[in-house]
């Protein structure tokens, strides 16, 4: 079965920087383009980055564009969130998230999350 | 402030019939499909509808989406108390910076 299991969330003062991990299991993880969304205490969910399962292509939300860096190792099974120049209103459960779109045929057309994690929650405070 | 626009709050009573509205633009509900995602209090999202009217495996035909335009609805039929949750409506943007997902900002459901 699908496994996502994130790690490294934490406490870290304004400006500070943070690299989160997302360990797949249970899926080809070298077919799959994977995401970040976070959800803010109390708030709505916000998509944050997409990448390809090839890596070739990144994009993200403009809220973190700059700052933000996702990669991944398809030799590990793992996807990141480099996460530099924190602030306050990152606060929020980091969930990783499985795009649906098998590409082991090379072509693909990403659409919605299939798989979530449970989320690591990141918390920006002096 | 989010792009797509959905209502703060719905509710309705056992049995009855809700209906849940997502608002966007030509560049995202307007050429795109919209999804719907339904996260339980103190749990990750599940997917609920894909394609603006599809249905995963195990989602229970309750459960209907449609779309028109620039707008979408979620539809629950037969209310249950374990419909109370949280409701997002989702697709993709062609924005000018980047294909990017934007999200509603939810819509807390409430069974009476």
């Known amino acids: 079965q699908v496994q996502l299991v994130e790690s490294g969330g934490g406490v870290v003062q304004p400006g500070g920087s943070l690299r989160l991990s997302c360990a797949a299991s249970g899926f080809t993880f070298s077919s799959y383009g994977m995401h970040w969304v976070r959800q803010a205490p109390g708030k709505g969910l916000e998509w944050v980055a997409f990448i390809r399962y090839d890596g070739s292509n990144k994009y993200y939300a403009d809220s973190v564009k700059g700052r933000f860096t996702i990669s991944r190792d398809n030799s590990k099974n793992t996807l990141y969130l480099q996460m530099n120049s924190l602030r306050a209103e990152d606060t929020a459960v980091y969930y990783c998230a499985k795009d649906n779109a098998d590409c082991s045929g090379g072509s693909c057309y990403s659409e919605y999350f299939d798989y979530w994690g449970q989320g690591t929650l990141v918390t920006v405070s002096s | 402030q989010s792009v797509l626009t959905q209502p703060p709050s719905a509710s309705g009573t056992p049995g009855q019939r809700v209906t849940i509205s997502c608002s966007g633009s030509?560049?995202?509900?307007?050429?795109?499909?919209v999804y719907w995602y339904q996260q339980l209090p103190g749990t990750a999202p599940k997917l609920l509808i894909y394609r603006n009217n599809q249905r995963p495996s195990g989602v229970p035909d309750r459960f209907s989406g449609s779309k028109s335009g620039t707008s979408a609805s979620l539809a629950i039929s037969g209310l249950r108390s374990e419909d109370e949750a949280d409701y997002y409506c989702?697709?993709?943007?062609?924005?000018?910076?980047?294909?990017?997902?934007?999200f509603g900002g939810g819509t807390k459901l409430t069974v009476l």
């Open positions: 030509s560049s995202n509900i307007g050429s795109n499909y």
């Open positions: 989702a697709a993709w943007d062609d924005s000018l910076s980047g294909p990017k997902v934007v």
